[in-house]
């Protein structure tokens, strides 16, 4: 028997929120997309505390006010909120998987991976997590990358980019560094552009 909270979360009719609620909007998707455990489609909510994840052919792209996103296959993605009450969406969690986003100026957010928090205030990313490793390009804008401290170790750096910068942040130091420079890969500048049309904005790299 399926539960009132198991239908709405199945079908997307969510209870109406909090006016100050972020509230997010699917505008392509395909394969297997969950929500929450349920299976995902255009007309699901997407709003704080909540888990997207994508099967091996699963793909979604999404916007939560002025930030776009996109998923790979095999990606599982937190959408976190300040405190355990707020509506406003944060900080993202990609435990693992791909993930590119562009974000609207103004409030900070953070992208954390199991080897990184990647500070985020109006620009644009693309990053592939592990458990070992995070690969963060840096598109456009300005990021603070921070490698996650593991005993007294830890390393940060500023990033600042008109068109992809992009660095691998270690689990374990790699000749002596959990931070060091990487190529631009996997990700195209189209993709990057199509995240910021579908909140309005024009492409952020130079013609």
Known sequence: MI?????????????PLPAAAQAGAVHEISGDVRLNGFPMATN??????????????GRVWFTLGADAFFLRPGSELR??????????IDALRLVTGAMGAT???????????PSATIGIRGTGVYVEASALETYACNCFGAVDIHSTATGTMMESVRVM????????????PQGGMRIQRAPFERHTNE?????????????????
Do not use: C, M, Y
């Open 103 to 113: 974000f609207g100026r103004g409030r900070p957010r953070s992208v954390i991976t």
């Open 44 to 57: 699901s909510a997407v709003f704080a505390g909540q888990t997207i994840t994508t099967g091996d052919n």
């Open 79 to 88: 959408l976190r909120a300040q405190s355990a009450a707020g509506v406003v």
């Open 161 to 172: 980019a008109e068109n992809h910068q992009a660095r691998r942040i270690h689990r374990d």
């Open 3 to 15: 539960t009132r909270r198991q239908f709405l979360l199945l079908t997307g009719a969510l209870l």
């Open 191 to 207: 993709e990057i552009i199509r995240l910021e049309s579908l909140t309005g904005r024009p492409s952020p790299f130079r013609a």
